[in-house]
């Protein structure tokens, strides 16, 4: 009678598991068509559609039954920058395997998509049971690394079946997500296809193994690594050199304040302290989006020389500015290191903060928004005081002048900034070890 029960609860579970693919596999379909609909009217929705289409005439060229792929897979940007050290570390490992990249979202994919690392690099195709057969069986991977999130249950359950090594990297897991609520059942089941997670922190380790799950280890946050090898690279800009020394021999620097990837609400108060500063600091802003009208509207609302990188060209003496404006993307690191403050933006905005781990990694001292409690990085720093939160004019008025006028201040939180990004090294060769065991 128990075995009776026991395979009767096992035939239960087993058809509310096949409703929620059906449910899901409809979905997807019925999504893949809404985005067809709203390509016609939105650029980034053009792009995520047309850029699918060639995807699996790409693979039948790029690779050959005979070759070996390692297949990583970023959301986007953010994604891409955390997988970057374990894809460099991999193919000094395996230098005869292809390496594969792909991306979900256009911001990843048309910003990265002339990348070096990999051999080739597309847009994922939808998740659709089709698309994921097809797409596995092109690309026949030996190994697969989904950096942080991003759980296909279609691709999973083909990886899955072909027994295919499969890994998340840099992996977060909080108490919201579907694998932790009474519903997701479904969810769970799809991460019975990885052989490892590699998880940042001691909590989502908790979580996993609290539902069932031991193969975890946590490695801490590839970022990390990427941001430290950033101090070995070439980081000189010879515009900037011109912008940011006050003579022709290089000797006197001004006072720089970096500001990157700032959104309205934070040029709202920069642009009337920029206004308000004193002539001999400098201030390079980097914004978040660089559309000529917003970039128009920026630089009209600055009352301080202020130049376009898109017209430096035209303006042989950039030291006579004050304000340089970045509207072009790539080299906001490289710009982070002539920083003597860096200010991040997002921290006014849903879900928070941007990356503050670069100008970290400079031993820059760190000025955010108030909102930057989804990012551990961010609240550890500013618990330990290299990075300032500010909440209205006053508050950054103070922060700035603060360190404007203390040096001392500003070398003892720019060290702590650069301290706690050594310390937090590690995390790829962690997961290396493990892979070439």
């Not at 289409?53 to 060229?61: D, E, H, M």
Request: aromatic letters at 14%.
């Amino acid at each position: 009678m128990l075995l009776f029960r026991l395979t009767k609860k096992k035939r239960i579970l087993a058809v509310k598991f096949a409703n929620m693919f059906f449910l899901y596999n409809l979905l997807v379909l019925f999504t893949g068509f809404l985005l067809r609909i709203l390509a016609l009217f939105s650029p980034k929705m053009k792009l995520f559609v047309s850029g699918r289409k060639n995807v699996f005439s790409t693979l039948k060229q790029s690779i050959q039954k005979t070759d070996s792929v390692i297949w990583f897979h970023a959301a986007s940007l953010g994604e891409y920058e955390q997988g970057l050290p374990v894809m460099e570390a991999i193919k000094k490992v395996y230098p005869n395997h292809k390496l594969l990249l792909t991306f979900f979202s256009p911001s990843g994919y048309e910003v990265r998509k002339n990348n070096t690392i990999s051999h080739i690099t597309l847009y994922l195709p939808l998740d659709t049971q089709k698309n994921a057969i097809d797409f596995i069986n092109l690309v026949h991977p030996e190994m697969v690394f989904f950096i942080k999130y991003e759980f296909w249950p279609n691709y999973l359950k083909q990886l899955q079946q072909k027994e295919i090594k499969t890994y998340l990297i840099s992996g977060i897991f909080r108490e919201k997500q579907a694998f932790f609520k009474w519903y997701g059942g479904f969810y769970r089941k799809a991460l019975h296809s990885f052989n490892h997670f590699f998880v940042q922190n001691e909590k989502s380790k908790i979580l996993i193994q609290n539902i069932g799950f031991s193969n975890v280890t946590i490695s801490g946050d590839t970022r990390f690594d990427r941001v430290v090898a950033i101090l070995n690279r070439d980081n000189l800009l010879d515009f900037m050199d011109s912008f940011v020394f006050l003579d022709s021999a290089r000797n006197n620097k001004a006072t720089v304040i970096v500001i990157g990837s700032s959104w309205p609400k934070d040029e709202e108060l920069l642009v009337k302290y920029i206004n308000q500063s004193r002539e001999n600091v400098k201030f390079i802003i980097a914004p978040h989006n660089i559309k000529p009208e917003q970039i128009l509207t920026l630089k009209n609302q600055i009352q301080k020389k202020t130049v376009l990188f898109s017209e430096k060209e035209t303006h042989s003496k950039l030291t006579d500015y004050q304000v340089f404006i970045i509207d072009t993307i790539g080299i906001l690191t490289k710009i982070y290191s002539y920083a003597d403050i860096a200010y991040v933006g997002g921290g006014f905005g849903n879900p928070g903060v941007h990356n503050i781990l670069e100008p970290a990694t400079f031993g820059v001292p760190i000025v955010i928004g108030p909102n930057y409690s989804h990012f551990a990085e961010a609240t550890a720093l500013v618990n330990l005081e290299g990075c300032l939160t500010i909440s209205d004019y006053n508050s950054l008025k103070n922060t700035f002048d603060l360190l404007l006028q203390n040096e001392d201040e500003r070398y003892e939180k720019g060290h702590i900034c650069s301290t706690f990004v050594q310390m937090n090294t590690g995390a790829t060769q962690t997961i290396l070890n493990h892979i070439t065991q």
